[in-house]
């Protein structure tokens, strides 16, 4: 069970939260390629160790944030 | 204490445990072993036990090491494992509770005693946890004395600044500091979820046996086990003992059987050399036999054990105390994701590198002597509270004698032919290992999983040593290159009963229910689930089939007048200058353009251009939006659209409030319809088609939009929560026929209108079915368009929507049935609705297929049988809408008269809250207040939600914007000494350090939380899941 630092409301169990991904992808706008946008729509990166994700405090006060989480140690700190 | 085992009345005492009242009564075989069926007793006093398993009550298997005794306990033999009995009566009521501390220790015993102490006096908030009924540890077995007196004696004395849980195991280690326990209480287990700051590991270790042939018989048992049911308990476990000392506390056992008045006929140690006599004591000295190894056993027909050999030497005996040396309990370490190492001078795997915020004290990381264990207890209890060591802190003095290093020995080879057994529980011998190794295996994890070793319910706490040593041995390999296998929770056995705690029965998941429920109830309805919902499926007279019920309410919605709970829609508030642009990125038709007043119907799709949701959206202001979603989609659409707005366009002035639960609805439907809403709400009597009117419905604050799901002339009325029930009734009363969701899904599919999530799956764009005509092309983007063009999205040949007709027009196909084209097109699709229509005298269906036209056969295929269908356009009744404004009033009703009763979401609680609260604790309903959501600017009163977010109360006036709640939550008020400890029991969050109202979760609802005093809260609970929380809370008003 995460413990996930909300900052609105801080540290509360993971339970509280649903899980968003990837953080920083932005929706493209203008023009853009099936290929560009295909990558929007269902690429993401998974990798070994650092990851920046988002998380939306559902329970609580539907803050929606990034945090860096370890993904091998579970490890998780304010986003830089 | 009066017990029975296998139906033999016995006597116990008080403080025994069931296998020290069975050894007490000279009960030597206590069941038999799963695989070979051999005879097996007592083998450890604790939670390791690998033989003595029983069936107690309801509980199929149990160690009776772990069972405490009572008066009356029942117990059954087991063959090695346990069996479910589902007619077993379960008086058990289980529940969790959620702790929070700065340091947690594991273990009572002298370690965990002291880190306890320490942690406490340096200040900090301390919880310790300890599986026995008693503190004290192994200080409750030895006969050790610390300052001259009893060890029990120094635990006692011990004043702990702690809360103290006995009878209580820690049996997961989790993520952050996330501690799982098991708290066996009177009336059942509370599973406890412990989040601490920094976790004391002070979990002790547990004695390992030896593999040697004949080392199962009933008579062969732990040392330390030996010597705990004769200090503790009182109780000999035979009388004539040879003990296999291959670690000095082989001796200490020995020294204390004697004193209980077992006679040691040898001590045999495969070192060379032993300790001096004055530790061990003059009467065992002569006994000892050095440098030997036991080599087998002997039994009578029994099985049970008779005599111990040591070589050519045979010592008659009925009690082998096996001292094989000591593991590190270094479960809960492992699973904390800790790395293990190998030490060489203990010869057992200690903890090595932490990956927690945790350390470990004491036996556990293989510091075993008494007063050793104290200083580690201190030192770990102190660096865990953040301090240095308190000086006044004394480690008391012990009579312990110096340990010398243990026999590196898990294996003797005897001669006899009886099997050597390395796990006990599941039957595994050395052979078997033997067999694992000769076929290439050198993992203990593959060793593991085909020999089972370590796989039982005891999960291998004596076995696991033997196992690697054993297969070191096997291999010529050092056990520290064998390794151990993964320690995975639980520690010990948890019931699935524990696991679920409150939430079973009506409470396994909550039940949401609409302002008019008991009414539905007390006119028989029978309900469907509808997300949580409960949601009337249709309403039998007496004696009626659901078929005939359907086709009774369509009937009326056709030709008169009928009435749906439409309550469970999803209501989304939307207000703020951007309120129609955003609505335009969200949906794929427009809003911005929409005028005040009118109504329209909208859909919505996914970044990958599928359908997500859809519904009516109303403009009640310039700057003001009422969205309505589908029952089962409305949070996770109010999820999305906050989503967008704070990632995506946070610069939008725009922002959502639900009102699902603040208005209760009633759509009226039929051609009559205008005459239930003349007298209802006359100010709507005017009202066009897609328009919306603010007015009073039966004298009360109401809302009505004339919108239709059936083709028919509908409206839908809206009153407050409170005032729905009242709605209801008197809608009735004016003849509508109450109608539920099944007929409701009959007349709209007639119109053919898809259902999100029935026509739909995630898979399906809106020009699959068929709505281009809904896809805005003047908008230059909203979520969703520009997958509309994907390759994929845009080709030909895609399963669109249809219509079908049987050739049977009395055969309702299959929901789910397979299409397939004949002769041999293959599968093309599948149909998605399927019903019976009164309107046109036949069944009917739509369906999802591809590369069909109006005309083709198929055949639909389902479950053994299959219907030939012609496909047709998927709308079968009134397309040209003509049907939409009913008839005119044939004569002008009168304005219904009478007061419109009102009642609060936990009404019907009152008298159960009044009867469920007592002097510790009391709950009740606080009266009716207005409540208002408001956004942007600080009102500077009422509770914080969030960032820019307030909940406003009281009998105040509400400025313009503020968003009217006052239906959506109630409020239940729980006060006195014992409410924290209720609320304990299902919210997760630390309510020591609340810093203020806070929106948090309490047993399976969202819920805000406002402490209003040290022993009084408030909590805001949603109208629909205050039935659900007011059974929860009256369960847990009852637990105290």
Redesign the interface.
Known sequence: ???IDCP???P??E??F?Y?GQAGI??P?GD?S?EE??A???MRDNPKGWFRE?W?????????FDVERHTV??E?RKAR | MRFTFDGRPLLGEPGDTLAAALLRNGVRVVGRSVRLGRPRGVFSAGPEEPNALVRVGADPMLAATTVELYDGLEAWSLRGKGRVDPDAVDGRRCDKGYLHCDVLVVGGGPAGLAATLAAGRAGARVILVDDQPVLGGDLLNSRLRLDGAPGCDWADGLSLQARVLTRTTAVGYYDHNYVVAVERRARGERLWHIRARRVVLATGAHERSVAFPGNDRPGVMLASAARAYANRYGVAAGRRAVVFACADSGYEAARDLAAAGVEVVAIVDPRNGGPQAAVIGAVVAGAVVTGAVVTGTTGDADGVLTGVQVGDRHFPADLLAVAGGWNPAVHLFSQSQGRLRYDEDLRAFVPGTSAQAERSAGACRGVYGTREAIADGYAAGAEAAGRDADPGLRVPECDEGPQRPPAALWWVEGTSQEESFVDLQRDVTVADLARATGTGMRSVEHVKRYTTAGTGADQGKTSGAAVVGVMSALLGAEPGQVGTTTFRPPYTPVSFATLAGRDRGALSDPVRTTAMHDAHVARGAVFEDVGQWKRPWYFPLDGETMEAAVLRECRAARTAVAAMDASTLGKIDVRGADAGAFLDRIYTNMYSTLAVGACRYGLMCTADGMVFDDGTTTRLGEEHFLMTTTTGNAAAVLDWLEEWRQTEWPDLDVSFTSVTDHWATVAVVGPRAREVIAAVVPGALDLAFMRYASTPVLGVEGRVFRISFSGELAYEVNVPWRYGRALWETVLELGAVPYGTETMHVLRAEKGFAIVGQETDGTVTPHDLGMSWIVSKRKPDFVGRRSHSRPDTARPGRKRLVGLLPDDPAAVVEEGAQLVAEPAGGMVGHVTSSYASVALGRAFGLALAANVEAGDRLTAVSGGSSHGVTVVAPVFYDPENARRDGEPLAFRPEPHRGECRSESPAAAFAGRFAAASGPRARLREVPFEPMWEVRGTDPGTGLRLGPSWWLVSGNITPQPDWVDVSGQRTILELSGPDATEVLITGCPVDLDTLPGPTQTLLGRTSVILERRERDTYRIYVRSSFTRYLAEWLVDALDAL
């Open positions: 069970m995460l413990l609105h409301c801080g509360r169990d339970t509280e649903r968003g932005s929706c706008t853009v099936d946008w295909a929007y729509v269902f988002r939306f405090h559902v329970h609580g006060c539907r803050t929606w140690t579970h998780v």
